[in-house]
């Protein structure tokens, strides 16, 4: 047989699945091939690529936790800042509306341990200014942030006088304090201050600063009886103000027996019937049960101030 005709006759023979099988393993070789080479070469972009990860994310992990963490630290600064303010509101009301108030609550408010038998103490202030009544004027134009320094006692005790600054932002309110001794303070008051520039207190070198430069003096002396009841939630404080009295002397500031007027003197009555301050403080928020309670017809919230109603007469 010639070979032409051999060719012929094995290319009869391939049939059609024969060359189909054929194509496939072929290709399969190249497949085979090709991931043999994608293989060889995959540690080692792996290797690569996690390497340039791992620095990425560790760059940027390290990058979001720098930033997380003054976020939180600003964040807990603020809080802090926020935590020392209180709110506070003013409510001028009448006698029939203090006595209807205070035995609605009474039902779930404490009174405060410090007071007298008859649920009181008398509160006297030392307040100061300069010859330019900046405190008085400020509080008159209601200027958003102020502050005022005083000299507190309760119920004519001088064992334990304490001076404050008052600040106010716009709603709230803040104290700061520091303890004096009677004689610290009646060398105050007499403008012996060399002592306060040493002192270990700040709050009494920031005064000693400030009589200083702004010229602070003591102007008058506050004085009225405050009824306070407590409410642990929230921090609430409730407290009725009445007999709200003034002394410009001071050499009264003092003395066992006060002279003074009340800073109604001159409306009428010596203290009528409407001249009963109620204030509510708390800190964050005012437990719904206190707010409910303090709903009464004809009892709206007001600025006032003992200092500039005592400002009065001079």
């Known amino acids: 047989m ?60 390290s990058k979001t936790q720098h930033e997380f963490s003054e976020r939180d630290k600003e964040g ?39 007071t007298r038998q008859d649920g009181t103490y008398r509160i006297r202030s030392i307040y100061f200014d300069n010859l330019a009544d900046k405190a008085l004027l400020e509080k008159q134009e209601g200027v958003p942030y102020r502050e005022k320094f005083r000299i507190r006692y309760y119920n004519d005790d001088f064992s334990h006088l304490t001076l404050e600054k008052k600040i106010k932002n716009r709603s709230l309110t803040r104290k700061e304090s520091a303890p004096l001794s009677k004689e610290e303070c009646e060398k105050l008051l007499a403008g012996d201050i060399a002592f306060m520039r040493e002192h270990p207190q700040p709050l009494v070198r920031e ?10 003096k003591p102007r008058v002396l506050v004085s009225y009886l405050r009824e306070p009841y ?29 002279y003074d007027i009340s800073c109604h003197a001159g409306n009428g009555a010596e203290d009528p019937p409407d001249s009963i301050l109620m204030e509510v403080k708390y800190d964050n928020f005012l437990p719904e ?26």
């Open 2 to 61: 010639k070979a032409s005709q051999r060719r012929s006759l094995n290319l009869v023979r391939a049939s059609p699945e024969h060359l189909m099988n054929a194509s496939r393993r072929r290709s399969m070789n190249l497949v085979r091939g090709t991931n043999r080479v994608f293989s060889e070469s995959e540690p080692k972009a792996k290797l690569e690529l996690s390497a340039s990860q791992s620095g990425t994310l560790n760059e940027c992990k």
């Open 76 to 114: 807990r600064i603020y809080m802090e800042e926020i935590k020392q303010y209180r709110h506070e509101n003013k409510y001028n009301i009448t006698y029939a509306q203090y006595l209807s108030l205070r035995q609605r609550l009474r039902t779930v408010m404490k009174p405060d341990p410090h």
């Open 207 to 216: 005064l000693y600063l400030k009589m200083r430069q702004q010229l602070l």
């Open 230 to 258: 407590i409410y642990e939630a929230g921090n609430v404080r409730v407290t009725f103000d009445r007999a709200i009295r003034t002394s410009m002397w001071e050499q009264d500031f003092l003395l066992d027996g006060v």
């Open 289 to 314: 049960i206190i707010r409910f309670l303090l709903q009464t017809d004809d009892v709206r919230q007001r600025a006032f101030s003992k200092y500039a109603a005592c400002r009065r007469f001079g």
